[in-house]
């Protein structure tokens, strides 16, 4: 009986020294290769009660513009720390609508002018990889000087973009001033993923310029903004 018990203390000891260091430890979570701010605007409020959204829905909200700024991170093995990339977006439908079909719609991607070429390929491959297949129809890629920059005010929050002579976005915070129907919620969600937190906000002026989806467009003061941070 001595023998068999100093047997099983043998065949358990090979066992434990069997398994990889670590294993029996639930493992620690990844830390996330690249994070940063984010800001989009639409042409449509985001923020609103049905009141408006059902006026708007069809008509308005095919555009937007969503802006990504990388504070630390890689992408592809690649490091894209304080570049920033923005994607301008057309659709044929209301973006984000309830119970919408199909979208089809153009993009033009505007990276930093400070990105190297592999740079460059990386932040347009993060930018779509952050919008399932709204950007699949890419029309045009340019580089241009970019400054975001984010402010943090108590609890509110408001972000700024320029993007060259292309795209500018000014925010500023809601305020009660800002309810039209008095039961105003988030009608429509952000349109990119991996996001830490995003908030409605209002684009005191918002707006893209370019010369490639055939549409260009200027507006103020709409409740058609949001502004966040993302980790991916």
Not at 93 to 103: F, S
Not at 188 to 196: E, F, R, T, W
Not at 198 to 216: F, I, S
């Amino acid at each position: 009986m001595k023998s068999k018990a100093i047997f099983v203390v043998l065949a358990l000891f090979v066992l434990v020294c069997a398994i990889p260091a670590g294993a029996t430890t639930t493992a620690k979570a990844q830390a996330p290769q690249i994070t940063g701010q984010y800001i989009e605007a639409r042409t449509a409020d985001v923020y609103t009660g049905p009141c408006i959204a059902n006026s708007e829905i069809g008509l308005a909200g095919k555009q937007a513009v969503m802006g990504w700024h990388v504070d630390h991170g890689t992408w592809g093995n690649v490091d894209l720390d304080g570049l920033s990339v923005v994607a301008v977006v057309n659709a044929d439908v209301t973006l984000g609508a309830p119970d919408g079909g199909p979208v089809h719609a153009a993009a033009v991607l505007i990276v930093d002018e400070a990105a190297s070429d592999a740079q460059r390929a990386a932040l347009v491959n993060f930018a779509q990889a952050q919008t399932g297949t709204l950007l699949n129809k890419i029309v045009s890629i340019v580089s241009a000087p970019m400054s975001f920059e984010t402010n943090i005010d108590g609890r509110h929050m408001s972000e700024s973009l320029v993007a060259g002579n292309l795209v500018r976005i000014t925010t500023r915070a809601l305020n009660e001033g800002d309810e039209f129907c008095h039961n105003e919620e988030v009608f429509y969600p952000p349109l990119a993923g991996n996001l830490v937190h995003a908030m409605p906000a209002v684009a005191t002026e918002a707006g893209y310029r370019g010369n490639d989806l055939g549409v260009t467009w200027k507006e103020n003061e709409r409740r058609g903004v949001f502004v966040g941070s993302f980790s991916n």
